[in-house]
């Protein structure tokens, strides 16, 4: 029975370990269909490795993996991946790496219906114009766009995004946060976003889950996010609900950190966006 | 103006260069050593054959061109053989530990090998001296192509097959749609050394085996002592071989610019 269980996705005590090094500790997360959920953590916490165990990537040591109740087995193209590095491949054009997943998952799909399909996923981001050129003649935003859309059209239950937007400018990074914003809201997909920007969390998911500082990291007590949507960036500024919850994720990362002593300075820098100043 | 210099200078040093060494070959030839043909003489000698590139006279007195032509076709057979045979050699080992450890070894034993080598066992295995050639020219010019597809194989990025397993590509179209792309311009570096490989056996080849060629002329015109005629054949292998190198560095360069 499939349908047993109420959550999209679950980790159930999860321990993982990269060689001699615990990376996750009993890692628990439940995940409701539609949900958008955030995982911000530090750099080098584990996040790559909490996401490579909801994509089926890797295994877990012990405790559970499940997709709909059932044991994840295998990545599968019903939870779509957005990539820290895009990981498009080179030789195809932004048309083709759409494509190809398009092939793969709707094999039934006639010439022109894949085509059809494809072209729509590219122009939902924007990326019409760009459809021919290869990934290196796309900028990094544009290359992201490119890796979003190749997810998305193959309509997976879940999308599953690993920092997708850390390697961009400010200003990149702030016109793709209000499209997966977006895309969010009205694809009423399942979504768990991977950062370790706070603010973005906040912008764009329902529910905050940080993960403590590495190693043995662990997540901890989720905060939901209960401002409206569509959600104005300059308008959160000012809002008291989103500097509380922006305080106390910031306040219990730092704890987790500051319990490792590693530089707190940095941190807090890494930890607060160039988007507001810190407020005590 | 000054892109037009440049270019000036681009063909203007290298004719120099060459200059310098025909100079020295024409005092060298004129003053210690007697039995080196002067490049005045080589050319009277040689004109005949260079002029009319692709006449036949005789099975062995024929045009320069046509000589190369022969050897050019018994080289492509070669070359062939050894990519075909060399290409998913070289896949397996860059696919699989096990293959590694077990062939490697093997391959670096074989690998060099002289084609002198080589072509008596030809000789045996086949009792004709054509496919003892083509058998040689496979033999050593295969290595280069096993051991850069092997490379290429072993840095496709995670990410890509990353990408695959996630979209569930089956066996045969990661190999085809992400490996092999992802490998492609590290195979045509080795294709290019192969390539010089099979044009450097040709000659040796066709020394031992006396089949029409340019290295059997060469060969050939030693024994009747027509010494421009050495010349003639080094020469004409050079540039052969200078422009088959830079053919396929344009094919390479082409690969590496679309990934």
Same mark, same amino acid.
């Given at each position: 029975m499939s349908d047993a269980s109420p959550f999209m996705l679950e980790l159930e005590n999860v321990s993982k370990s990269h060689g001699t090094t615990a990376v996750l500790s009993q890692v628990s997360l439940k995940v409701e269909p539609g949900e958008f959920v955030a995982i911000v953590g530090f750099s080098g916490a584990g996040k790559t490795t909490l996401m490579s165990l909801l994509t089926g990537l890797e295994r877990p040591d012990t405790g559970r993996a499940l997709f709909k109740g059932?044991?994840?087995?295998?990545?599968?193209?019903?939870?779509?991946?957005?990539?820290?590095?895009?990981?498009?491949?080179?030789?195809?054009?932004?048309?083709?790496?759409?494509?190809?997943?398009?092939?793969?998952?709707?094999?039934?799909?006639s010439a022109e219906k894949k085509q059809e399909h494809t072209e729509r996923y590219l122009a939902m981001v924007g990326l019409s114009p760009a459809r021919d050129k290869r990934p290196a003649e796309l900028s990094g935003g544009m290359r992201q766009r490119v890796a979003v859309a190749r997810a998305l059209a193959a309509e997976p239950e879940?999308?599953?995004?690993?920092?997708?937007?850390?390697?961009?400018?400010?200003?990149?990074?702030?016109?793709?946060?209000?499209?997966?914003?977006?895309?969010?809201?009205?694809?009423?997909?399942?979504?768990?976003?991977?950062?370790?920007?706070?603010?973005?969390?906040?912008?764009?998911?329902?529910?905050?889950?940080?993960?403590?500082?590495?190693?043995?990291?662990?997540?901890?007590?989720?905060?939901?996010?209960?401002?409206?949507?569509?959600?104005?960036?300059?308008?959160?500024?000012?809002?008291?609900?989103?500097?509380?919850?922006?305080?106390?994720?910031?306040?219990?990362?730092?704890?987790?950190?500051?319990?490792?002593?590693?530089?707190?300075?940095?941190?807090?820098?890494?930890?607060?966006?160039?988007m507001l100043e810190v407020s005590t | 103006m000054e892109r037009f210099q440049s270019r000036i200078a681009a063909v203007a #040093?290298?004719?120099?260069? *060459?200059?310098? +060494?025909?100079? !020295? #070959?024409?005092?060298?030839? *004129?003053?210690? +050593?007697?039995? !080196?043909?002067?490049?005045?003489?080589?050319?009277? +000698?040689?004109k005949l054959y260079v002029l009319e590139p692709f006449e036949k006279r005789g099975e062995l007195d024929q045009g320069i061109l046509r000589f190369t032509w022969y050897s050019l076709e018994r080289v492509m057979q070669g070359y062939v053989i050894a990519l075909v045979v060399g290409a998913p050699l070289g896949f397996m080992l860059g696919m699989s530990k096990l293959f590694t450890s077990s062939f490697d070894p093997i391959i670096q034993v074989l690998r060099p090998v002289s084609p002198l080598a080589w072509l008596p066992l030809g000789l045996v295995l086949f009792q004709k001296p054509e496919p003892a050639g083509i058998f040689t020219i496979a033999m050593c010019s295969m290595w280069p192509t096993v051991l850069n597809t092997a490379l290429g194989v072993r840095s496709v990025p995670q990410d890509y097959l990353n990408v695959a397993r996630v979209l569930k590509l089956s066996r045969m179209k990661t190999l085809f749609r992400v490996m092999l792309p992802s490998a492609l311009p590290y195979m045509f570096t080795g294709f290019r050394l192969s390539l010089g490989?099979?044009?450097?056996?040709?000659?040796?080849?066709?020394?031992?085996?006396?089949?029409?060629?340019?290295?059997?002329?060469?060969?050939?015109?030693?024994?009747?002592?027509i010494y421009e005629h050495i010349i003639l054949c080094i020469l004409t292998i050079g540039i052969v071989g200078f422009a088959l190198d830079r053919l396929m560095g344009v094919v390479e360069r082409r690969l590496r610019s679309a990934t």
């Open positions: 059932e044991p994840v087995t295998g990545p599968g193209p019903e939870r779509g991946v957005v990539f820290q590095n895009y990981s498009l491949l080179p030789w195809l054009t932004a048309y083709g790496n759409v494509l190809l997943a398009v092939e793969q998952v709707f094999p039934s799909f879940v999308l599953l995004m690993d920092e997708p937007l850390s390697a961009l400018d400010a200003l990149t990074r702030a016109t793709l946060q209000d499209e997966i914003e977006r895309i969010g809201r009205t694809a009423g997909k399942t979504i768990v976003l991977v950062t370790n920007d706070v603010d973005e969390a906040i912008l764009l998911a329902d529910r905050i889950v940080p993960l403590s500082a590495g190693p043995e990291a662990t997540l901890g007590p989720s905060t939901t996010v209960e401002i409206a949507r569509p959600r104005d960036r300059r308008a959160l500024n000012h809002d008291a609900h989103f500097r509380e919850i922006r305080r106390s994720v910031t306040e219990y990362l730092l704890s987790t950190k500051s319990a490792r002593k590693k530089d707190m300075g940095r941190s807090r820098e890494a930890l607060a966006g160039p | #040093w290298p004719l120099i260069g *060459a200059g310098v +060494v025909v100079l !020295l #070959w024409a005092f060298a030839s *004129a003053t210690f +050593v007697q039995n !080196l043909p002067s490049p005045a003489k080589t050319w009277e +000698v040689s490989i099979a044009w450097l056996v040709i000659v040796a080849a066709e020394m031992l085996t006396g089949a029409p060629g340019v290295g059997g002329f060469l060969w050939q015109e030693y024994n009747s002592l």
